[in-house]
């Protein structure tokens, strides 16, 4: 971890539908990182009180309460969790920019991924998604990580930024469509090993206590490829 100071996390609560979705970035850094929390899957409070801006931020989830806080959007509360825990940068602007633009990058492929699962025509989106957008988008990932890739085996640090979260679960995500989805990304495919391996993420991956469901749409959990 970075050498910057560690702020502890009180009374955490985790607010998100019982999928993995959007939720399971922020599940794998409170796991990773050995911070106890509570989760809230009450749907039904979200819709009745969305418009309660204090609770509520831009009117949506994932929500993180944490030391009184009450955060919104996935990259902001990764962010949060990062610094308070250790898994900062190093001060180095350039390093930081790879991490920035890996999380903008994951955001990327993460909404155009959704947009293809909810959509009506999902049974038709999704093979040309996986057999032709992913792979473009994987090239650009590992493309990165070749050139930027710490002696730890990380993105940037020698240690997880926080983007990569983001992107451990998302190629969680994809394989269901696509088993082999990195069968021709080697540097991807040792990284994901890398993370796979760390021991808050495995306990977590072999507890059973993960979601079945990726997303409300049951087009996600589909071989398509």
């Not at 509570?38 to 979200?46: H, I, P």
């Not at 190629?171 to 760390?198: D, G, I, K, V, Y």
């Amino acid at each position: 971890m970075s050498s910057a100071p560690i702020v502890e996390l009180r009374d955490v609560e985790l607010h998100y539908f019982a999928i993995c979705g959007r939720g399971e970035p922020i599940r794998l850094l409170l796991e990773d990182a050995g911070v106890p929390y509570v989760e809230n899957n009450d749907g039904d409070a979200f819709f009745a009180k969305k418009w309660d801006l204090d609770e509520y931020r831009f009117n949506q989830l994932p929500r993180l309460k944490v030391n009184g806080l009450n955060l919104a959007q996935l990259d902001a509360i990764l962010r949060y969790i990062a610094k308070a825990r250790g898994y900062g940068g190093n001060g180095n602007l350039e390093d930081e920019a790879v991490a920035d633009m890996l999380a903008v990058a994951c955001e990327d492929l993460h909404v155009t991924y959704l947009s293809k699962v909810y959509s009506p025509d999902a049974a038709n989106l999704l093979p040309p998604f996986a057999k032709e957008h992913v792979p473009k988008v994987l090239k650009q990932f590992e493309h990165l990580l070749q050139q930027s890739k710490s002696p730890k085996g990380y993105f940037v640090y020698d240690h997880p930024s926080f983007a990569e979260f983001h992107l451990y679960y998302l190629l969680f995500a994809l394989s269901h469509l696509n088993p082999a989805l990195l069968a021709n990304f080697p540097a991807l495919s040792a990284w994901r090993e890398t993370m796979s391996a760390r021991q808050g993420i495995k306990a977590y991956e072999t507890s059973g206590r993960r979601r079945e469901m990726l997303n409300a749409a049951p087009t996600a959990q589909m071989r398509v490829v």
